[in-house]
C-alpha cells in the first residue's frame, strides 16, 4: 500500500513524552500492561495474527495498544434508558441494520450443525455475573471482581482543548483508526482510540455482560479514570449509536459528536435477539471468515486491490481472535443490542455529521434524517467515499474533526 502522505496538515508542537514500559505498577497494586514487549515490538496480548498483517500503518498503532485497568462492575443500579425502554415497547418498523447483522440472518443455518456438536452440553459462561432482567431492560449490571484490563491507544500529548475519543463499528477495534490516528496527532489533536467493551483487545477472561449497559458504564469508568475532561466523541456506523446512548446519559462527559455514515436508526439486532443461542453461535462464528470480511470490504470501499482487501480483512478481524470474542458477541447479540430512536432528539450536543456519498451500507438519506433530528447538527459530505470513510479518506476526515473540534 501506497505510504499515506501526512504533508497536509500543520505539525503539531509534541510536548516531552515518556515512553511506557511493558508493566507499571499501580493503584492498589494492578499493573497496566503498556507498548511493545513482543516479538516486532508488538503488546504480548494482541493475537500471534498481527504478525501477518502488512499494512504499516495497522502495524504501527498495533505497537501503540495498551491495556489500562479500568473499575469493574460492583452491582451498578441502572435508571432505563430510552434504548431499554424501546426494547420492550417498539412503535417504528425496523429500518436498517449493520451490514454484518444482515449476512448473519442468511448464513446462520450453514454453520449450525457444526456448532450444535462443538457447544452441546456447554456451560452459561456468564457465572462470575448476574444481568437482572425487566421489561423495561437491564436493572442491574451484575458484579465484577476488581478491574478490567481495557484496550486503548492514548495519546502522546496532553492540550489545553478537550480531547477527541475514537469509537469504531461493530465488532471491530481501534485499529479502525490506523490511517486516521497519525493525521490527528500531527494535527495537534490529543486523541484517544477506544476498545468498546466485548470488542477490541481488552483482557475479558472473567468475561462481564456486553449488552448496551455494561458497554456504557465501561467506557463512562475508563472516561471517569483516565480522560476526565468532556471530549469530542466520534462514532462511526454502530460506532454512532454508542456515542449517542453515551453522551445522553453522561453528557457531562461529552462537548461534541462526530458521527460518520452513523447507523442509528436499526431497533437494535432485531431477529437476531430472539434466535436460539446454538443458532446465534453460528451466525458469529462466521462474522470472523474470511469470505465474509471480503465481501464486507466489497461494499464498504470501492475498487481497492484484492492483495488489500485481504489484509484490511485481516486488520478487520484480528480481534475475533481473542479467546472470549464469541461469548461477548453472543451475549451483544441476544441481549438486543443498540436502539437509540428516541434518544436522538434528546442530544445537546453540537454534532457534525460525514457522510460518505458512495456508502452502500447506510443511506444518505438516514444521513439526511439524522440531521433534521438532531436539535443543533450540520453535515459534510465527502466524495469518492464509501461507508469507512475515516479509512479510505482519512486527510479529509481528520481535517472535518479538526476544524470541527476547534471551532466555537
Known sequence: MAALRLGSLAPATLTPISVTKKCERFNGGVKVVGDGGGDNGFPPFLPKEVEKIKDPFARNLARRIKRLPVEGFHAVKCCPSATDRNHANRSEPHHEGELRDLILISVTALATAYILREYRGKKAFFTPFEVRETKFGAEEIGCSEGYIMSSCVQPLIQTDANPVALLHCFDSSCLEWRRAYPL????????????????????????????????????????????????????????????????????????????????????????????????????????????????????????????????????GRLHCHMPWWKEATVNFMVSGGYNVVSQIKQVN???????????????????????????????????????????????????????FARAE
Not at 458512495?358 to 438532531?374: G, T
Open 184 to 315: 490527528l496527532e500531527e494535527a495537534g489533536l490529543e486523541a484517544w482510540a477506544l476498545d468498546v467493551l466485548g470488542w477490541g483487545f481488552s483482557d475479558l477472561g472473567r468475561l462481564p455482560p456486553c449488552n448496551v449497559a455494561s458497554k456504557r458504564y465501561h467506557l463512562y469508568q475508563l472516561w471517569k479514570s483516565y480522560i476526565k475532561r468532556p471530549v469530542v466523541l466520534v462514532g462511526p456506523s454502530l460506532g454512532a449509536a454508542v456515542a449517542i446512548d453515551f453522551a445522553v446519559n453522561y453528557p457531562e462527559a461529552v462537548e461534541k459528536l462526530v458521527l460518520i455514515n452513523p447507523s442509528v436508526y436499526a431497533e437494535g439486532t432485531g431477529n437476531l435477539a430472539k434466535l436460539p443461542k446454538v443458532v446465534a453461535y453460528a451466525g458469529v462464528s462466521l462474522l470472523k471468515t474470511l469470505p465474509l470480511r471480503l465481501y464486507a470490504n466489497l461494499l464498504a470501499f470501492d475498487g481497492i486491490p484484492l492483495s488489500k482487501s485481504v489484509d484490511w480483512a485481516n486488520v
Open 349 to 403: 450536543q453540537k454534532t457534525l455529521i460525514i457522510c460518505g456519498e458512495n456508502d452502500k451500507i447506510v443511506s444518505n438519506q438516514l444521513a439526511m434524517r439524522l440531521l433534521f433530528e438532531l436539535p443543533n447538527a450540520s453535515m459534510q459530505r465527502v466524495p469518492d467515499s464509501g461507508h469507512l470513510t475515516h479509512v479510505d479518506k482519512p486527510r479529509h476526515v481528520v481535517k472535518l474533526i479538526a476544524d
